[in-house]
């Protein structure tokens, strides 16, 4: 009798049987792949389990590079997400970086009540700012679920602000290289994404759409 498949195993079964799908449908894609990667995208996300940037999006792999924290932050003082930044977009050349936020994001309700929840609260300390800079808007608002979608959203534009003050995003812009910036946000009930209209390939753009992008936020209830 064969034993149950545990959970783990079952991981590595589907990867055989994905791997094999993709050879059928495309003989050489994994031989192209291993020349190298030349993804368009960079997508900084949220780690929730729920938002998976390929899936979400039809990419393949080497089409998108991913970095992913709670609450699809870009802090300045983060290596991390300052280090993928900067490789790809001097190295990889990407033409486009995506900060895509999420409703019912937890990182960005912990910040909003104020839970302690131990070392994530040193990383949400940019998201709890923003809500005490957004007191007055957000306490203004009927309840507490619609402020935590506006507060999600002003956090994606928060974050594309961010990133449109970057050295290496400043550079790219003036030396002319092509890059756009993109604020989304998705919502886990229906599966789709949403574009906060921050398409911006200057700072001057980015400034003024990301300012636009806080009115119609703060419009929005
Ligand atoms: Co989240």
Known sequence: MSKPQDIVTKLLNNNRAWAEEVRIADPDFFERLKAQQSPEFLWIGCSDSRVPANQITGLMPGEVFVHRNVANLVPGEDMNSHSVIQYAV???K???IIV???YG?????????????GLVDYWLTGVRELRDRESEALAAM???A????????????EQVRNLSNTLVVRR???SGQPLELHGWI????DGLLHDLGMRSNSAEQAAKLCAAAREQTLKAH
């Open 142 to 144: 009927p309840d507490d």
């Open 105 to 117: 994001c937890g990182g960005v309700k912990a910040a909003l009540h104020g839970d302690r929840l």
């Open 186 to 189: 998705y919502r886990v009930e």
């Open 146 to 157: 619609m402020r935590h979608d506006r507060l999600c959203e002003l956090n994606v534009i």
């Open 100 to 102: 895509c936020g999420h």
């Open 94 to 96: 990407v033409q486009h």
């Open 90 to 92: 001097e190295a990889l």
């Open 172 to 174: 790219a812009w003036s």
